[in-house]
């Protein structure tokens, strides 16, 4: 079972199109990516400026999806 | 059609990282990111982060858990807002120390003259540099042959990791008309530190005198500079008459 962690960022980070917002791991001493770690269930919660719709940039199958 | 709160969720499994882009002509307020990490197969211990990165692919922000996830475990990671560094098992509170520097001496020149010439960027290095201690996890190295000095951060001495770093820069310019910046950035890439951030502007008087603030949160023992760079374009060569003054104010759990 995963174990639950917090971890803070600014309130309400003001994001333009084109901003990109990326989860990843990295090592504590290098700050290198850390091969071979599986992310899933990527949740955001925002508010929607302008009403558009935000899931166009959702790809059902990435390049690097397994 | 009116502002609303909406939730995007990306549920497929790839290997890190993964992202998001805000689509085109869109603008979000990010409120929270949770992401689920499985290190079953990964090459090491890590840290869950989240990265903001700019259209022009600069990372504009770094914001890490406050432990590492060890090979082979997995983690839930919410980001929110107020959640704050866990301070470490056993410490007995926190430290901080300041660091102020003066004394500008331009690069390349030198370390002579404080004067840019067109279109130039140059590293704004320190003649005089004034620390608190302990901690020590604000230093400086020498640049330029050792005629003037860059300001170093890197966890350690009476800090643990990670700790918050403020950081002030103040430049004032020559009355003149064209675009000038003043910008801080890691000499290493350093992720942690969650620059390269900048102030520019073109005006005179409004931009003649430019104070670029920031914060960044450092994580790693590693030796990193804080490369504080000029530039204008086109109003010179120009004389920086005035002092410019940096200031670093680290704090953070106690070892």
């Known amino acids: 079972m995963a174990a639950p962690m917090t971890a803070g960022m600014p309130p309400e980070l003001d994001l333009d199109a ?9 090592d504590a001493a290098s700050g290198a990516l850390v091969s071979g770690v599986k992310v899933s269930g990527l949740t955001l919660e925002v508010t929607n400026v302008h009403g558009g719709d935000l899931n166009s940039a959702v790809q059902p199958l990435l390049v690097n999806e397994v | 059609m009116a502002e609303a709160d909406e939730v995007i969720s990306i549920p497929s499994v790839e ?10 002509a869109q603008e979000i307020l990010l409120k929270c990111v949770r992401a689920t990490f499985d290190g079953a197969g990964a090459g090491g211990d890590f840290l869950p982060t989240l990265e903001i990165v700019s259209p022009a692919g600069q990372v504009s922000g770094t914001f890490t858990a406050d432990s590492a996830v060890a090979a082979g475990a997995s983690a839930e990671v919410s980001w929110f807002p107020g959640v704050k560094a866990a301070k470490a098992s056993g410490a007995a509170g926190i430290q901080a120390q300041l660091l102020q520097a003066h004394g500008a001496a331009f690069f390349p020149n030198g370390g002579g003259p404080v004067v840019i010439a067109d279109s130039t960027v140059a590293e704004l290095g320190w003649t ?44 004032n310019w020559p009355s003149f008309t064209g675009l000038r910046y003043v910008e801080v950035a890691p000499d290493n890439g350093d992720p942690f530190c969650a620059v390269p951030q900048r102030i520019a502007g073109h005006t005179t008087p409004d931009d003649d005198v430019q104070v670029l603030t920031g914060t960044f949160s450092e994580q790693t023992g590693a030796l990193t500079g804080m490369v504080v760079r000029c530039f204008q374009q086109s109003g010179g060569p120009v004389a920086i008459v005035t002092d410019p003054t940096a200031q670093f104010f680290a704090i953070g759990p106690t070892a």
């Open chain 2, 15 to 24: 290997t890190a990282p993964k992202e998001y882009t805000v689509p085109g």
């Open chain 2, 128 to 171: 005089s540099i004034f620390r608190t201690t302990p901690p020590t996890c604000l230093d400086w190295m020498d640049i330029g042959g050792g005629s003037a000095e860059r300001v170093t951060v890197a966890a350690g001495g009476a800090l643990n990791s990670p700790f918050d770093v403020t950081y002030t820069i103040q430049v």
């Open chain 1, 18 to 26: 084109g901003y990109v917002i990326r989860v990843t791991a990295l």
